[in-house]
């Protein structure tokens, strides 16, 4: 896939969002434009120490890091035939692929289990002037109804139980003669999300990209679900 990836950064804290300050990035995949909010200076919100100190310390915001993953995704959609077409964003934090899914003409729903997530999410919704419904969820709980044509998640299965929870929501909500892209910078080499797949009677097939991400290029897998 070509890198379609080109992004230049709003200096300084706009407003704030959900107690983050907030800066507005633009970016552009192909001939998709596109401003995503995201939290300024995310690193003070990351105590690296703590994490590794304490088991019980608490997880960062990872939903606001701008993932290779979720760049990657973007591209994706930036060359899917999304005019018309059911997309679900799953695990959406700042909501960049189905910001893209929406300026291309597509009916979005973006869901995440942070509400803080959704509130940037919807402030990005509003910057590029387009539409996407918002459902605060948890995965392994679905509160959506119907299929989607397009199924799509960025780092979202790094963890075994959110692996199976992210197949048994395809299997809920893939359409019959839809697709899922499923993109991992992560844990690029974990199986256990295709094999859940697999279990569940859906068609799976992976290729790797790079990615550029703060300097050095970074593996990204992209793992393609249908029904067989």
Not at 92 to 116: H, K, P, Y
Not at 184 to 212: I, K, Y
Request: hydrophobic fraction near 45%; aromatic fraction near 8%; charge should be negative.
């Amino acid at each position: 896939m070509v890198n379609l990836f080109r992004e230049a950064a709003e200096p300084g804290p706009l407003l704030s969002i959900a107690g983050y300050p907030t800066r507005r990035v633009k970016l552009q995949f192909g001939d998709v434009h596109i401003e995503l909010l995201t939290v300024d200076r995310l690193e003070d919100y990351v105590d690296a120490a703590a994490q590794l100190r304490d088991a019980d310390a608490p997880e960062p915001p990872y939903w606001a890091h701008l993932w290779a993953g979720s760049r990657a995704l973007a591209g994706l959609m930036a060359q899917a035939d999304c005019a018309g077409r059911r997309v679900v964003d799953i695990g959406c934090g700042l909501g960049l692929a189905g910001l893209v899914a929406a300026r291309r003409g597509a009916s979005v729903t973006m869901c995440d289990l942070f509400g803080e997530a959704l509130r940037f999410a919807r402030g990005s919704i509003e910057l590029n002037a387009c539409r996407a419904g918002l459902v605060q969820m948890d995965l392994r709980a679905s509160a959506l109804r119907g299929r989607f044509d397009y199924c799509v998640a960025a780092d979202v299965t790094y963890d075994p139980s959110l692996q199976a929870a992210t197949a048994g929501f395809l299997a809920a909500h893939l359409a019959r003669a839809g697709r899922a892209w499923c993109v991992e910078s992560v844990r690029t080499l974990d199986q256990g999300f295709q094999q859940a797949c697999t279990g569940l009677g859906m068609l799976v097939s992976e290729r790797d990209v790079c990615e550029p991400d703060e300097g050095r290029d970074t593996r990204v897998r992209i793992t393609e679900v249908r029904w067989r």
